[in-house]
Nanobody, 114 residues
Framework: QVQLVESGGGLVQPGGSLRLSCVASGLTVSSFDMAWYRQAPGKEREFVARIYWRGPSTYYADSVKGRFTISGDNAKNAVYLQMNSLRPEDTAIYYC???????WGQGTQVTVSS
């Protein structure tokens, strides 16, 4: 019943930008602290960004701080990740989930390459 659908990934040049979307069904995102994670080839899945609805306030991994911005839209039951100044090391599959990491979707592939 619960489904998180990520979209917006693609192939971009270094220094480019992408906006990822996460649309939820069977779950109200405003009832959970939400986060983005990513997994690069041969590496463990890692935390990218988190949003707390109080404020709202946000928290980012050091590797993306100053370049990525997480936000949400209660009316659309969605969470977004604006990614700027992309680097090859940002290449990964990106997933959204609750901070509790209970639900995983298919993710969306981001590839940063010349």
């Amino acid at each position: 019943q619960v489904q998180l659908v990520e979209s917006g990934g693609g192939l971009v040049q270094p220094g480019g930008s992408l906006r990822l979307s996460c649309v939820a069904s069977g779950l109200t995102v405003s009832s959970f602290d939400m986060a983005w994670y990513r997994q690069a080839p041969g590496k463990e899945r890692e935390f990218v960004a988190r949003i707390y609805w109080r404020g709202p306030s946000t928290y980012y991994a050091d590797s993306v701080k100053g370049r990525f911005t997480i936000s949400g839209d209660n009316a659309k039951n969605a969470v977004y990740l604006q990614m700027n100044s992309l680097r090859p090391e940002d290449t990964a599959i990106y997933y959204c989930n609750t901070v509790g990491r209970v639900y995983w979707g298919q993710g969306t592939q981001v590839t940063v390459s010349s």
